[in-house]
DNA sequence: AAGCGTTTTAAACTTACGTTTTAATTTGAT
DNA sequence: ATCAAATTAAAACGTAAGTTTAAAACGCTT
């Protein structure tokens, strides 16, 4: 038995679907993982759930990953790393293409990667953010250490351009203006609406990326430029 | 045997507590499960985990509440009854105080019972917030049902409200930029940080409900207030 | 002190979970 | 075509979950 789940992050079909249009088991758990932590988080999900719908047998999620817990990490991985990458590389164009280091053209290098995921013709993008909301109440110790080593840079990237885009304001405002920023542009493409918990759908088209990006900008960028 | 979780919506206390300063066993059991359930999750504890740190039967929780899901809607219902009624208070009295009806004085009465809440000595109110950022993601269905009945007030007061203090904006833009307030700041009180995913503590002092507030009203209000 | 409804207790029950095992099957290189 | 490796499959394992039961203990009124 070796461990698949290293050779799925790096997602490439080494040999084309045999009959119908079938991604191989690994891919298929991870796709239906997905969508189930989603739906109905990490502890609530069952790895039979999790093996029927994706047709699998139940005994092949801990060969392709080893434990439920693995699992999670995976699923969380193959998405997390190409995002990451996603909003450095527009953070990168944004400061060599020699534009005015604004706060809303920083929140773009952000939003653009996330309104990419939640056009995801698989909506396993869109899922994704969702994922992360998810993930972060849920608090997994595992994870949490591993993204840590990892995505540290995301933070420290995005500290140091904020802080030049808004040279009059101290780092400890910035620090909370980030806080605050990142936490409603991260809900909204979430679709988390604190509100329909009292009524239902308040914000009906919420749902549509453009249209989140067309009332969250101005909201963001106001709150990010206010003075103090 | 009779149900007596209607009984305990009201709080009061019919008898002093006998020997030490031991709350009877359904309020301990509420104590408790609210606690566990904003540390871990509804599905990830366990009646046994609640019953044992509450130390009381097993079956108590079952007798008392009759299972483990009109348990949870008991914890969250003891709170929210409260915490509604607060802000819709303050919303009258800003209403009548002839002061100017200004995005920063709505924003004042929703922010001041989350204060309070914060600073509740039993930080049972603390955590009622996360619990409810929690809840939000966790989607109970019966839960949703029952809020959704009782306090759509909540919503429909708030939003009277804020179109009176933003006549320049359609009612959508308002619908949106509530959206977005009220979900960072839920999200602030409740001490999510989408960012310490990436990097451990940024905000170091996000705990204290003081500095959430000084930094939250002028990013909050900025985005209700700016320009579209 | 007796009686009675309420509460607590200990134990068992049923079910579902994650995981493991063992064998069967498929795959890919020689 | 063969054989070893990789994968799939079926079944069982041990555990822990929510719930139920029935008896014991308690508290109050008479």
């Known amino acids: ?88 590389a527009e953070l990168d164009a944004l400061e060599q293409s020699g534009q005015a280091l604004t706060a809303e053209a920083l929140v773009l290098t952000f939003i653009k990667p996330c309104l990419m995921l939640s056009k995801d013709p698989t909506k396993g993008g869109a899922l994704f953010v969702r994922l992360m909301s998810r993930t972060l109440v849920e608090n997994h110790r595992l994870l949490r250490e591993a993204l840590n080593q990892q995505y540290s840079v995301f933070v420290q990237r995005y500290s140091s351009a904020f802080q030049a885009a808004l ?14 920023a990142f936490g409603v542009m991260f809900n909204a493409f979430a679709g988390n609406d604190v509100l329909k918990i009292f009524v239902r759908s308040q914000v009906v088209s919420a749902r549509d990326p453009d249209m989140v990006v067309k009332h969250l900008v101005p909201f963001v960028v106001a709150g990010l430029t206010a003075p103090v």
Chains 1, 2 share one sequence.
């Not at 009959?19 to 891919?27: G, L």
Request: glycine share 2%.
């Open 1 to 88: 038995m070796m461990d698949k789940a290293t050779q799925l992050l790096n997602p490439m079909k080494v040999q084309d679907d045999m009959e119908v249009n079938k991604p191989d088991t690994a891919t298929r758990i991870l796709d239906v993982a997905e969508r189930l932590f989603v739906e109905h988080g990490f502890e609530a999900t069952s790895l039979r759930m999790i093996t029927q719908q994706a047709e699998v047998n139940l005994a092949a999620v801990n060969y392709h990953f080893g434990s439920k817990d693995a699992l999670f990490e995976s699923v969380f991985m193959r998405r997390i790393g190409p995002f990451v990458a996603a909003c450095l």
């Open 167 to 180: 040279p009059q304001f101290e780092t400890e405002d910035i620090a909370w203006r980030m806080h605050f």
